[in-house]
């Protein structure tokens, strides 16, 4: 089992920047491929971001590349993402996730752990 929890979090203006962190217990994340999601009210929840394993690739959604930038630490057991130039379109609950697969790492069900999210609010 892998527990997951999400921090960093929090309200920003347009153009502001915000790290996220995921803390994994349990297991090592250098075993998984860890991943970000969010979900806005009313809309579906939706691939962010990817770090895969056991070589390192890392994979964005259109709407974020050149913008965040996925890392891990294994040392810390913690995966981050680096959130700058953000707009009113990027305020959602950020998931983290883990899967022991490396394909398909866009893709929710791929992902067996997940964790309970964090909020991100970006003002105009």
């Known amino acids: 089992q892998v527990q997951l929890v999400e921090s960093g979090g929090g309200l920003v203006q347009a153009g502001g920047s915000l790290r996220l962190s995921c803390t994994a217990s349990?297991?090592?994340?250098?075993?998984?491929?860890m991943g970000w999601f969010r979900q806005a009210p009313g809309k579906e929840r939706e691939f962010v971001a990817a770090?895969?394993?056991?070589?390192?690739?890392?994979y964005y959604t259109d709407s974020v590349k050149g913008r965040f930038t996925i890392s891990r630490d294994n040392a810390k057991n913690t995966v981050y993402l680096q959130m700058n130039r953000l707009t009113p379109e990027d305020t959602a609950v950020y998931y983290c996730a883990a899967t022991d697969s490396f394909r398909s790492v866009d893709v929710q069900r791929t992902y067996e752990y997940w964790g309970q999210g964090t909020q991100v609010t970006v003002s105009s």
């Open positions: 770090i895969s394993r056991p070589v390192v690739h890392t």
């Open positions: 349990g297991r090592t994340i250098s075993a998984f491929t």
